[in-house]
Structures are given as C-alpha cells and as structure tokens.
C-alpha cells in the first residue's frame, strides 16, 4: 500500500460543515463523511464467492450480482441514516472521494475477474483449483474491502492496481 500524496487542507463549506454535524452519532463517519455499511453490498458476493467451491450449482447466483453505487446502494438500504449517507457522499472530501472512488473501481473490476475465473474453474469440473482460486480472490478482494474501510475511517491510503495485478497472477 502506499499514501497518497499529502492534500491541501479543504475549506470545509458551510453545507459539509453542517452534514458533519448531523453525522455526529451516526453511521456516517463525521471527518470523512462515508458508512461502512457500503462495504455490505460487497461482502455479499464475497460470501457467495467462498460458498462456491462446495455449491457450485451457485454459479449462476454469483453471476448475477451486480456491482452498486454508493449512492445506490444507500438508497436501496433499510438503515437508519440512509438519507444522510446518499447527502453526505456529494461532500466527502476530495482527499478521501479520490482513493475511495478508485478503491471501490478495483474491487469492482476485481469480482467482474474473480467471476469470470471462478465460472471457468466450474466449467473445467476441477473443485481444487475451484476452491484454491475462491479463497484467494476472496482474500485479495477482503484487502481491498479493508483498505476502502481504512478510506471511511480517514486514511488516504490505496493500493496500486499492479499491487492487485500481482496478487491475482495477471
């Protein structure tokens, strides 16, 4: 992983400043203005990603998720501070938009992979490879859910795409 380089302090507007302090006690997060509970939508696919390798027949559940916006996601959501999420996402802070938004382009290009990979290994009938390509793609994909976590509790920290390259043998 690598920081990113240092940002300039942002002058918070008057309408980041008050969406701050709505988010005090929340499940928004008050300095980066972003939920955890985005992350759901992804574990989602991890979980049927690991279920896989004992219930192929699962393939065609696995194939049919589809990646959300944040926005989308919260606007579909049953929690409580769902519409301060889909409002406060227009204000998060460039130093964390930027490396969330790429964060979140990673894993998303990175299951459309893993999912192609894993249908291939179901076709071939080969339940080893099957099970030691779902683990690790799920691994290299819970990194870089942790990393998008890290981003929602204010870190500025990504990871480079040829990091992921590397871990997935491309």
Known sequence: M???PPAA?????????ALRQRAHGSNVNEQTLLATDY??????????????PDMPEMIDEVKAWQPKS?????????I???????EAYDHVPKRYREPFDTTIDQINRLIATSIQRLEADVGRGEPELLRANA????????????????????????MHQDE????IGK
Do not use: C, W
């Open 2 to 4: 690598s920081a990113a």
């Open 9 to 17: 302090a942002e002058p918070d507007s008057p309408e980041t400043e």
């Open 39 to 52: 992350l759901n939508h992804f574990n989602e696919v991890v979980m049927l990603l690991e279920m896989l």
């Open 70 to 78: 944040y926005q989308e996601h919260f606007r579909a959501s049953t």
């Open 80 to 86: 409580a501070d769902r519409e301060l999420a889909v």
């Open 135 to 158: 683990k690790a793609l799920s691994q290299i994909i819970q990194r870089l859910m942790d990393v998008a976590g890290g981003i929602i509790h204010g870190s500025e920290k990504t």
């Open 164 to 167: 992921i390259d590397s871990m």
